[in-house]
C-alpha cells in the first residue's frame, strides 16, 4: 500500500516537468510544419515579381496555442482519463444498460423530419433568395457526400475492402449523364439508373483484378484505377473535351411536367402561378438528393439482413474462414464492388445535373480520401455516424466561409477558408484520439442471439454459457 502511495505521488510530481518537456517538443514540431505554410505567403509585388511576405506573429500564434494545448492534454487531460480508467478497474461493478431514452429510440426518425424541414425552415429565416447559400452550400453539399460516403461504406464498412478509387465511379456517373443528355437529349430520369448501372459495370471491371488482392496491395491498385480514369478524362478529347470539361449540361425537370428553366413555357413559376426564383430548383434538388440518400440507406438496411450481406461482414472478419464455410469470395466482392459503385453512379449524376459542368478536377484523389474518411470517422458499417462525420467534416468546412469575424484575431489578409483543410486534418485527429473506432464505434450484428442459454458441461467448464 505504501509503494502505491508512493509511486502516484513520484508520478504526481513528474507530470508537469513532463507536461513543460512536451509542450516543448510540440512547439518545436509545430514550428517546423508551419513555418513555411504558415509563416512565409508568397505574393507579388507592384513589378508583377514573386516576392515572401513573412507572417511571424501568426506563426507565433499558432506554436503557442499547440504548445499550450499539448502542456494542458499532458497536464491535466491525460491524468484524469488514467485516473478514471483505475477507479473503474478497481470497482468492478457490473452496471445494467440503461434503456435508451426517448430522443435515441428515435433519433432516424428526428433526423429525417429535421432533413424534410431544414428547406422550410430557411426561407421562413432568410427569405428565398437568402436561403439559397444554406440549402445549395449546407444542404445539398452535405447530401451528397453522405451518399458517397453511403456507397463507399458498402465496400470498406460491411465487405471490408479498402478502396481508395471511388472517385471513378462519382466520375463514371457524372460523365455519363453529361454526354448522354447533351448529345441525345435523354432524360435525367431515364440516365440516373444508367449512370448508376455503367458505374456498376465498371465497379466490376475494378474487382475482377484485384480478387486476390487484400489489404495495403487493394489500395494501391484502387488508387490506381481512380488515377486511370482521371487521366482518361483529361486525355480523350474527342468524348471527355479533356480538360475543359463539359459545359451547358439540361437541368433536372420535375417528371417532365415542369421546368425550372424561366425561358421555358412550362416553368414551374408559370404553371403555379407564383413568382420566378431561382430557389426553386435549389429546393427541388435538395428534396431529390434527400431521397437518394434514403433509398441509400433502405437498401444498405436490408442488404444487411439478407444472405449477401451477412457474405460481406464474413469477409470483413476473415476471408479465410468466409472461404472455407463455402461461401463464394468471388461473387461477394464482384457484389460489394457493383453496389458501391452504382450508388457512386447515382451521385455522380446528380453531382452533374446540379452544376451544369464537370471537368476532370472535380474528380480528383483527395474526394477519394474525403469520402473514406468520413466513412472512417463515422464508424465503419454505421449509417447514422457516417451522416453525422459528414455533416461535421463538410458542413464545418464549409461553416468556415462565415466566420469573418476571425479576421480580426488574425488580420485582414487571413482567409478562414484556405485553412480547412489544415482544420479538417487536426479535427481527424482529435476524433481518433478520442473515438478510435469513429462516432459510432459498435455495429449491431445482423444476427445474434435474443436470449442466453444454458449450455451442457460437456461443452462449459462451469456448466453454464
Known sequence: MAQAVTTAREEAENVFPNALKEAGYAALISFGLFVLLIGLKTDQNIRNELILVPRWGLLAIVVAITAIGRFLYVAYA????????????????????????????????????ALLLYPVVMVGLFGFQGSLKWVDNFGIQVL??????????????????????????????????????????????????????????WGIMLGFPVLRLRGDYLAIVTLAFGEIIRLVLINWREVTNGSAGISGIPKVTFFG????????PNYIGKVLGIAASGAYYKIFLYYLILMLCLLTAFVTVRLRRLPIGRAWEALREDEIACRSLGINTTKTKLTAFAMGAMFGGFAGSFFAAR???????????????IVLAIVVLGGMGSLGG??????????GTEILRELTFLKVIFGESFTPELYRMLLFGLAMVIVMLWKPRGFVGSREPTAFLHKRKAVSASFAKEGHG
Open 78 to 113: 491525460a491524468p484524469y482519463f488514467t485516473a478514471s480508467r483505475r477507479a473503474a478497474a478497481k470497482r468492478e461493478v457490473r452496471v445494467e444498460e440503461a434503456e435508451p431514452g426517448l430522443i435515441r429510440r428515435n433519433f432516424n426518425k428526428i433526423g429525417i423530419a
Open 386 to 395: 457516417i451522416a453525422v462525420a459528414a455533416l461535421a467534416m463538410i458542413g
Open 355 to 369: 452544376q451544369g459542368f464537370v471537368s476532370p478536377e472535380s474528380f480528383v484523389f483527395l474526394e477519394s480520401a
Open 144 to 201: 451528397i457526400y453522405v451518399m458517397l460516403a453511403w456507397g463507399l461504406n458498402i465496400v470498406v464498412g460491411l465487405a471490408g475492402l479498402l478502396d481508395l478509387g471511388y472517385v471513378a465511379f462519382y466520375a463514371v456517373g457524372a460523365y455519363s449523364y453529361s454526354l448522354l443528355a447533351t448529345h441525345f437529349g435523354l432524360s435525367f430520369w431515364i440516365l440516373l439508373p444508367a449512370a448508376g448501372i455503367l458505374a456498376a459495370f
Open 257 to 264: 411536367l415542369m421546368s425550372f428553366d424561366i425561358s421555358a
